[in-house]
């Protein structure tokens, strides 16, 4: 069975960084895909960046996040740099098997349970 653990998430004034990391405990990671969604109460979940051998991001957050990826470590990393208040979520992280990066959360078969990440002003 997949399971993804996000961890990483806090509080951080605005302007300062976090790294959230997502680690898998799956067979082929370097198969998969790995996506980071957010949702903030309220809001409907968005995509915020994915993952396969290159890098696809949201246009908020380009220059500001980068993912990464660290396939003997079954590991995914994101990288938040210049954080806003607007960043403020829960951050999930999702897999896709033979994936191409797609943006559509229904496209994701397995979800860890989220790290929240608060950004104050």
């Known amino acids: 069975q997949v399971q993804l653990v996000e961890s990483g998430g806090g509080l951080v004034q605005a302007g300062g960084s976090l790294r959230l990391s997502c680690a898998a405990s799956?067979?082929?990671?370097?198969?998969?895909?790995i996506a980071w969604f957010r949702q903030a109460p309220g809001k409907e979940r968005e995509f915020v960046a994915a993952?396969?051998?290159?890098?696809v991001y949201r246009d908020s957050v380009k220059g500001r996040f980068t993912s990464s990826r660290d396939n003997a470590r079954n590991t995914v990393y994101l990288q938040m740099n210049s954080l806003k208040p607007e960043d403020t979520a829960a951050y999930y992280c999702?897999?896709?098997?033979w994936g191409a990066g797609s943006q559509d959360p229904s496209d994701y078969e397995y979800w860890g349970r989220g790290t929240q990440v608060t950004v104050s002003s």
């Open positions: 799956v067979e082929a990671f370097s198969s998969y895909t």
């Open positions: 993952i396969k051998r290159g890098g």
């Open positions: 999702a897999g896709d098997q």
